[in-house]
Nanobody
Framework: QVQLVESGGGLVQAGGSLRLSCVAS????????MGWFRQAPGKERDFVAA????????YYADSVKGRFTISRDNAKNTVYLQMNSLKPEDTAVYYC????????????????WGQGTQVTVSS
């Protein structure tokens, strides 16, 4: 069982930056692939980025490639999402998720989810 708690969301102007954090409970955090997803009002939950357990591989949605960076610190049971050059269309609730096995952009493949943190980008 893994419990995930996100933080770091907020209100930022377009072009600004935010760093989201997700702290996981459980001693097996380092064995999980971690992902970030987001959901805007009235829309489906979309994949943002994922990182494997060893940090050797990452995977990004085209919409955030070059602007967002996912990273993890297994010693701190934490995964991060650094978001730069934010745009109003990045506004959403951002969720952290965990899965066993390799990278995946499919939310149905992730077994554990956090409660989400709101990111609002003003124009």
């Amino acid at each position: 069982q893994v419990q995930l708690v996100e933080s770091g969301g907020g209100l930022v102007q377009a072009g600004g930056s935010l760093r989201l954090s997700c702290v996981a409970s459980g001693r097996t955090f380092s064995s999980y692939t971690m992902g970030w997803f987001r959901q805007a009002p009235g829309k489906e939950r979309d994949f943002v980025a994922a990182i494997n357990w060893s940090r050797s591989s990452t995977y990004y949605a085209d919409s955030v490639k070059g602007r967002f960076t996912i990273s993890r610190d297994n010693a701190k049971n934490t995964v991060y999402l650094q978001m730069n050059s934010l745009k109003p269309e990045d506004t959403a609730v951002y969720y952290c998720a965990a899965k066993t096995g390799g990278l995946s952009p499919l939310y149905s493949n992730y077994a554990y989810w956090g409660q989400g943190t709101q990111v609002t980008v003003s124009s």
